[in-house]
């Protein structure tokens, strides 16, 4: 059984990567050509107990993100949070001159800043696995000049500000992930778009094969693990393009179904309700009512 590898501290992972220790205990800048995994392991696991930013290049291993796998010809910019599992497949066969940078940073560094909580709000710390962020020249001077600047500060002589300037740069990086990964949702547009219809065809497969009636409602887990992607992916892309979250269009779907079975058969709102995987008949009518201000016998009345 392949060993998963704990890593609670910067500088255990230090040390995992055969590295020198770390200038500073809670927040380390690493030279990614520089990092060595253990040489025996061709498939390495860990679940570390930081934050990770990494700008990777040229990487003799497999790193899947989501739908496709990437190469790191172009450079590739990917968010790990504390506690996140990893595996990475090495190529041994594979001779490239890996290039990039590690910001690993320890929660610890962001205690009692308003950081240490926003930090948890950034979609791409929780879907970094499946949607990795590629950047262009222009954009990976950008992040490089930032993850530079905050080494500089934490090799300069500590005072009381060395951590309020590292925190405004981490800020700022952040802020440009964000602007950068909305670009990418826009210049991906076709395939972004496949991936729409695929979650409509999805949807519309698991409501007419009776699985709400086997099943219930689909879960938003369901509907991304049938699409190889994250949750939390599948709703920020469709809150790119649609402004509704995952839950809201199931709940459209339902109520579109809905109103075609009380505009033209003969069941009761409670045969319905039971038909699309609700428990209660009454949690049916409140939905409808919410979604279309009508309850549902008075939409049906609207047909006669």
């Known amino acids: 059984m392949e060993k998963t590898f704990r890593l609670n501290s910067i500088a255990e992972f230090h040390a995992f990567c055969n590295l020198p220790n770390p200038e500073h205990p809670l927040i380390s800048l ?17 679940i570390q107990n930081f934050y990770t930013i990494g700008l990777k290049r040229n990487v003799n291993a497999k790193f899947n993100y989501g739908q496709q ?30 290039a990039g940078w590690l910001l690993l940073i ?22 970094a696995v499946n949607e990795a962020l590629f950047l262009s020249d222009k954009e990976e001077n950008v992040i490089v000049s930032l ?8 090799q300069s002589n500590i005072d009381k500000f060395s951590q309020e300037l590292i925190i405004a740069q981490l800020e700022m990086l952040l802020i440009y992930a964000e602007r950068f990964y909305e670009r990418q949702f826009i210049t991906r547009k076709k395939s972004n778009y496949e991936l729409l219809a695929r979650f409509e065809q999805v949807l519309s497969e698991y409501f007419v094969s009776g699985k709400l009636l086997k099943d219930g409602i689909p879960t938003v887990s369901y509907l991304a693990d049938q699409l190889h992607i994250s949750p939390n992916y599948l709703g920020s892309l469709l809150r790119m393009y649609t402004q509704q979250n995952t839950q809201q269009h199931i709940q ?6 809905a109103k075609e079975r009380l505009s033209t058969t003969n069941m009761s709102v409670a045969e319905i309700a039971y038909e699309l995987g609700f428990e209660h008949p009454q949690s049916f009518s409140k939905l409808f009512k919410q979604k279309t201000n009508q309850s549902p016998m008075e939409f049906r009345a609207s047909f006669n």
């Open 106 to 127: 320890h929660p610890d560094f962001l205690w009692n800043t308003p950081l240490a909580k926003k930090i948890k709000s950034y979609d791409f710390f929780q879907y």
């Open 147 to 154: 993850l530079q600047n905050i080494e500089k500060e934490y």
């Open 30 to 46: 690493i030279d990614y050509s520089k990092v060595s995994y253990p040489f025996d392991e061709t498939n390495v696991k860990w």
């Open 252 to 257: 459209y779907k339902l109520i579109d179904y």
């Open 69 to 98: 796998q990437y190469d790191f010809d172009s450079g590739v910019l990917s968010f790990i949070a504390p506690l996140q599992f990893l595996k990475i497949e090495i190529n041994p066969e594979m001779v490239v001159e890996p």
